[in-house]
């Protein structure tokens, strides 16, 4: 990441409202803005039930990684855009900093009426708030596996 790219950071508590909507923070969405992303980057995660957010210095890094594969005869490329290009969509976010999250989306993270936002630096993701306090304990010692070399 640039110097000059903001890290989304931060535990944020939201809602998913009736109509599929959710309220990006706002001090995200400065950082998506200054980014000149035109609303936000969502997609299911491959690894685990939540939903991956990110702005235009993702998809512009991952797209010129991508550029180095050739687009026919690497199973890389094909692997890679599929698990995340084709399942990518770019949501608006309305004058309130919502957004409409599809259907399949909500489905696939599980979300409830309340969700969390995970900052992670260079994305976020939104789970369902009771999975994610289930998990963040779990979360929590695989992190700190990390630091001890991998040992648990």
Known sequence: MSAD????????????????????????RE???????????VLPS?????????????LQTFHRKQAELDPFFAPE????????????KLLSLDENGRVVLPEEF?????LEERVTFVGMG?????????RFAAQQSEL????AALRNGGQK
Request: hydrophobic share 45%.
């Open 31 to 41: 950082i998506l803005s200054a980014q000149n992303t035109p609303g936000v980057y």
């Open 140 to 143: 929590i010692k695989r992190a």
């Open 106 to 110: 909500i489905h696939h993270a599980a």
């Open 46 to 58: 491959f690894s685990v039930r939540a939903l991956e957010g990110f702005g235009e210095e993702v």
């Open 5 to 28: 790219i903001r890290p989304f950071i931060s535990t944020v508590a939201g809602t998913l409202d009736g109509k599929g909507r959710v309220c990006i923070p706002a001090s995200w």
């Open 77 to 88: 490329y094909d692997d890679r855009a599929l698990a995340v290009l084709a399942a990518t």
């Open 122 to 130: 260079r994305k976020f993701q939104i789970w369902d708030a009771e």
